[in-house]
């Protein structure tokens, strides 16, 4: 499986201010995935980021609240722009091949709102 | 509407006891799904998957899980856990061909007494 790493690990933020998570892949990907875990809750879906053109976002979820690049196969960003307390959760990115079904998640950002 | 319940949101064993965390799902077709786990400040470690074939498949630190069409569940199971096991335990169904995106189940956090 594919080694993925995620910058920053943690970072506590001030209200109105926006952080930028790296995602970094080993190996060249087909799928990358980008997700939010609220504290005590499950993993949500905010978009898949797709090389070259727009990411594709959930209900839910809006561009200029998440804007998300992704340059090439092994890296993607994700912007959590004018952050609220409301936006304190752990972002993953995972990763994944067209042909084959499982996903693999980095380590998580976990993030802090004042 | 797709979904995932994990109904069990704590679980409390103790070590060396046989362990089932259950795991339902609905979907109108066979899905794939797939099993979690998630340590304390970590991310998402694949345990094992079910896409097609023989109902009952093996994963990683001794895992197993059967997928039981009849009941809609695919449940995690585990002879003799081990204090290392503690952790939150994810369901996961990405739904067939076609498309990428996963639905999570609300997570199980097992607690192992010594």
């Known amino acids: 499986s594919a080694v993925i790493s995620q910058k920053p690990s943690r970072d506590i933020c001030q209200r109105g201010t926006s952080l930028t998570i790296q995602c970094q892949v080993d190996?060249?990907?087909?799928?990358m995935f980008w997700y939010r875990q609220q504290p005590g809750q499950s993993l949500t879906l905010i978009a898949t980021?797709?090389?070259?053109?727009?990411?594709?976002?959930e209900s839910g979820f809006v561009i200029d609240k998440f804007p998300i690049s992704r340059p090439n196969l092994t890296f993607s960003t994700l912007t959590v722009s004018n952050m609220s307390p409301e936006d304190s959760s752990i972002y993953l990115c995972?990763?994944?091949?067209?042909?084959?079904?499982?996903?693999?998640f980095g380590p998580g950002t976990r993030l802090t709102v004042l | 509407a797709q979904s995932v319940t994990q109904p069990d949101i704590h679980i409390t064993v103790s070590e060396g006891a046989s362990l089932e965390l259950r795991c339902n799902y609905s979907?109108?077709?066979?899905?794939?799904l797939f099993w979690y786990v998630q340590s304390p400040g970590q991310g998402l470690q694949l345990l094992l998957k079910y896409f097609s074939g023989d109902t009952l498949v093996q994963g990683i630190k001794g895992f197993e899980a059967e997928f039981k069409r009849s009941q809609s569940s695919f449940n995690l199971r585990k002879p003799s856990v081990h204090w290392s096991d503690a952790a939150e335990y994810f369901c996961?169904?990405?739904?067939?061909?076609?498309?990428?995106?996963?639905?999570f189940g609300t997570g199980t956090r097992l607690k192992v007494l010594a």
């Open positions: 996961a169904l990405r739904e067939g061909s076609g498309t990428y995106k996963y639905i």
């Open positions: 979907y109108g077709a066979t899905p794939y």
């Open positions: 995972s990763v994944g091949q067209t042909g084959q079904g499982e996903q693999f």
């Open positions: 190996s060249q990907v087909t799928m």
């Open positions: 980021a797709n090389q070259g053109s727009e990411a594709t976002y």
